[in-house]
């Protein structure tokens, strides 16, 4: 059978389950084999097929799945398996190192690795609104690119392993710390009695607006020239310190302002107080 009639999903969490759906749903043919598994048994009863072992899985479908907890699963599960010849697509998260990693051990095996990250929760596979971001041997991406264009819509990076978990961490690093600044900025309130439903329209107003910012500062930030003349950093430093000193009355947690605020304090000790904000980034691409 081909690859695009004909794949195998290894790992049958959230993600794995919708992923195998996805793909019964447009009729491909799958084969799905899982640690635990009478977790297939719902998936079986739906059309795919079960592996009774991580060799048979492995060798139905050119075309191997992973989506697993992290890479250490991955080599829990494939270590002393034969690899010849076989594309593994591994839609775990890990680090962005791990997927390189990964790449030299399976190519050791005479396997190829291509590198994704999904950037939906597991409901929204399949759907208009899903997408996933690739990286790894662009020719392995083409080939794999029809089947796995059912689960998301595809956005290949490029060629290092890395890249794609790359992506996928730095648009959950702007989601995960946007959440807990939306979360500090409700406690600062609730503070004052506050509630939080009182406050969601400025919140969702203020998250609205962030993104008209972004063009300018990667301009400046590609450019490496950041002008001063409309938010500075002395200016919004002054209102990162204002920040920290109302959550410190407000007796609640100061690790956020206080992180914020350190980098403000760096950037005005290097002389960059006349800068624009954007200039942070020269402070923060460095460890401290
Ligand atoms: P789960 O942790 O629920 O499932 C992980 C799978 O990995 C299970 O099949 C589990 O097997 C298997 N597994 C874990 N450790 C081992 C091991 N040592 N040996 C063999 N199998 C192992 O995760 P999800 O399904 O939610 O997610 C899978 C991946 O997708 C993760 O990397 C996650 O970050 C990513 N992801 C998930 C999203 C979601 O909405 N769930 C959204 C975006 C990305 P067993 O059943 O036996 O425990």
């Known amino acids: 059978m081909s690859r695009e009639t004909h794949v195998t999903v290894l790992g049958l969490g959230p993600m794995g389950q919708a992923m195998v759906r996805t793909f019964l ?70 680090t962005p190192q791990s997927s390189r990693e990964a790449a030299d051990w399976l190519a050791e095996r005479g396997a190829r690795l291509l590198v994704g990250g999904v950037m939906v929760p597991a409901p929204l596979v399949g759907t208009d609104a899903a997408y996933v971001f690739y990286s ?14 059912l689960l998301g819509k595809p956005d290949y990076r490029g060629a290092d392993p890395a890249l794609a978990q790359l992506f996928y961490q730095a648009q959950l690093d702007v989601f995960l710390t946007s959440l807990s600044a939306y979360l500090h900025a409700t406690a600062l309130l609730a503070s004052a009695g506050v509630s939080a439903e009182a406050f969601r ?46 959550s410190r009355d407000a007796g609640i947690d ?10 403000y304090d760096r950037a005005r000790a290097a002389g960059r107080g006349k800068e624009g904000w954007a200039s942070l980034f020269e402070v923060i691409k460095r460890s401290a």
């Not at 297939?40 to 060798?59: F, K, N, T, Y």
């Not at 100061?254 to 980098?263: M, T």
């Open 25 to 94: 749903a447009h009729g491909i043919h799958t084969t799905v084999w899982n640690r635990t598994a009478s977790r297939a048994e719902p998936l079986v009863a739906e059309g795919a097929h079960r592996a009774e072992s991580v060799e048979e899985a492995l060798s139905i479908s050119e075309t191997v799945i992973l989506s697993l907890t992290d890479y250490q699963a991955m080599y829990d599960i494939l270590d002393g398996t034969g690899l010849a010849g076989r594309v593994i697509v591994n839609l775990s998260s890990d």
């Open 136 to 149: 790894g041997p662009r020719d392995l991406f083409e080939t794999c690119e029809p089947i796995l264009r």
């Open 201 to 246: 329209p400025y919140a969702a107003d203020n998250f609205d607006t962030l993104s008209s910012y972004l063009a300018e500062a990667a301009q400046a930030i590609d450019q490496g020239r950041y002008p001063g003349d409309k938010a500075s950093v002395a200016m919004m430093g002054a209102t990162a310190d204002h920040i920290l000193g109302a």
């Open 254 to 263: 100061l690790a956020l302002p206080g992180a914020v605020k350190d980098h």
